[in-house]
């Protein structure tokens, strides 16, 4: 073997045992097909790559690639300054980077296309109410406004535009991809929306002129960590210059046809473009619920394992002494009326994305269903076979292992079935903070309106959740004795 094969042997079996390319994407449908088309053009060169699409936000997502839980994803030069930086000042490519570098990232060349925030109107309210430009909603009657949630709380968005045109206008949150089907069965008259958006066509809006040029450019690049792989880079700069605006409204556009995936995009794009073979193919419906099944199990499992640890440790400890019961049992209820989506978001700068906040979500909301019946189960034990266990001379230890758990089994096994399904159907919105898992389908679906994708999540989770049920079933079959297992269902 010559000495030049031995270094591209070498440097092959450095890229097939290296880490996985942790690739991320914002949820909406440009984003997939750019980090889906990156993510397959690093597989085609050897990288294994961990797809961690559906990220709720730009703070989400860039608090991933700050705390190393992802290497890259696709942004835009308009949110860097705006929102990441919060520097609007920076225009020239070389200052943003400058800014970047200073926060170890780097923004590789622009892909080519610019994708900016605009505002838009349905025909009948454009000719109804006469609104061409921007500046036309100063002086309109009262109108149905929705807006992304994200774009209602930007600088660049609608409290930064109301204050450069100088009105103010009510307007309702809505998820950018629903939005478009809300105008166009008259539920509102103006939403905002991405110039690149392929609705926009299909839809018939008009977008209005930004007549006193309030939104900046918002080229779209990888942004990516400094420590990533620069044969990464190389290969993702690529791409770079190969998407016009054009291109970019044809790619979502295709996103519209419910029998094409964003995944078939990518590769379509890549291929036309001569970046990968024809044999060349993308992941396949079934390895991804493999894939999101496997997930799944692994982020419910540890959180459920976890919590029957605690939560029936903690009871079985407490209960004796009814006030600290009282306080646990309450501390874990509490945790109960903190909505999921807002305690992901929580944990992240603390834990950041990924999986770790999932389990430690899931953990925590399955503590009370646990807690809850082991100590009320304990409660409910005849004193006399505590008498009996003193009678005999058993420590605490053994009087628990012996005589209080076995009679309190049925009530704990009820707890923690509870516990399982609810941590199966919880763990769907982890998807949001690239936990991945059965709600990647769903999230994605949400984001492209796509019914098929969100039923390729919503039936698995749900016969997941029912395999749980009959499990658990079969489990309290074994362990419990026949007479006692109706008190815990009565119960």
Excluded: C
């Amino acid at each position: 073997m010559s000495a030049r094969a031995l270094l591209l042997y070498l440097a092959s079996m450095s890229v097939a045992f290296a880490e996985p390319i942790v690739i991320g994407s914002k949820a909406f449908a440009e984003s997939y097909i750019l980090a889906e088309a990156g993510a397959q053009l690093l597989e085609s060169k050897g990288y294994e790559v961990d797809r961690r699409f559906g990220l709720n936000g730009t703070q989400i997502a860039f608090g991933g690639l700050e705390n190393g839980r992802i290497d890259v994803y696709p942004e835009y030069t308009g949110t860097i300054t705006e929102v990441i930086l919060t520097r609007p000042e920076l225009t020239e490519l070389e200052e943003i980077r400058a800014a970047l570098d200073a926060r170890g990232l780097l923004l590789l060349d622009p892909l080519g296309f610019n994708n900016a925030y605009a505002i838009a109107a349905s025909v009948v309210s454009s000719e109804r109410l006469s609104l061409q430009k921007i500046s036309d909603l100063v002086d309109a009657p009262p109108l149905r406004i929705a807006l992304p949630h994200e774009f209602m709380n930007r600088r660049d968005g609608w409290p930064g535009l109301q204050a450069h045109y100088g009105f103010e206008r009510d307007a309702d949150g809505i998820d950018h991809s629903l939005a478009y089907e809300a105008i166009n069965t008259d539920m509102v008259d103006i939403i905002a929306v991405y110039t690149s958006d392929g609705q926009i066509v299909q839809s018939d809006l008009v977008i209005l002129d930004d007549d006193l040029e309030f939104f900046p450019r918002y080229l779209g690049a990888f942004l990516a960590r400094q420590e990533i792989d620069p044969g990464v880079l190389q290969i993702l700069e690529t791409l770079s210059g190969r998407i016009d605006d054009q291109r970019m409204r044809e790619l979502n556009f295709e996103v519209l046809n419910p029998e094409v995936s964003y995944a078939q995009i990518a590769t379509t794009f890549l291929r036309d473009e001569g970046l990968i073979a024809e044999s060349d193919e993308g992941p396949t419906a079934l390895s991804n619920l493999v894939k999101n099944t496997q997930r799944h199990l692994k982020l419910t499992a540890i959180a459920l394992i976890l919590a029957i640890i605690a939560g029936v440790g903690i009871a079985s400890f407490v209960y004796p002494h009814r006030r600290l019961a009282d306080v646990f049992l309450y501390f874990t209820g509490l945790l109960q009326t903190v909505p999921s989506i807002a305690l992901l978001a929580l944990l992240i700068p603390f834990v950041g994305v990924g999986q770790t906040p999932a389990i430690i979500a899931l953990f925590l909301y399955s503590l009370l269903p646990i807690a809850r019946s082991t100590i009320t189960a304990m409660l409910a034990i005849p004193p006399g076979y505590r008498q009996v266990a003193a009678a005999m001379a058993m420590t605490r230890a053994q009087e628990m292992k012996y005589v209080l758990m076995p009679l309190a089994l049925p009530h704990v096994i009820a707890g923690i079935r509870t516990a399982a399904v609810i941590s199966i159907g919880t763990a769907t919105l982890a998807a949001f903070i690239g936990a991945g898992g059965l709600g990647d389908p769903i999230v994605t679906g949400l984001a492209l309106n796509d019914s098929n994708l969100i039923l390729q999540g919503a039936i698995p989770a749900a016969v997941l959740a029912i395999l749980t049920e009959l499990m658990f079933g079969a489990i309290e079959r074994s362990l419990v004795v026949p007479h006692m297992r109706g008190s815990a269902r009565a119960t």
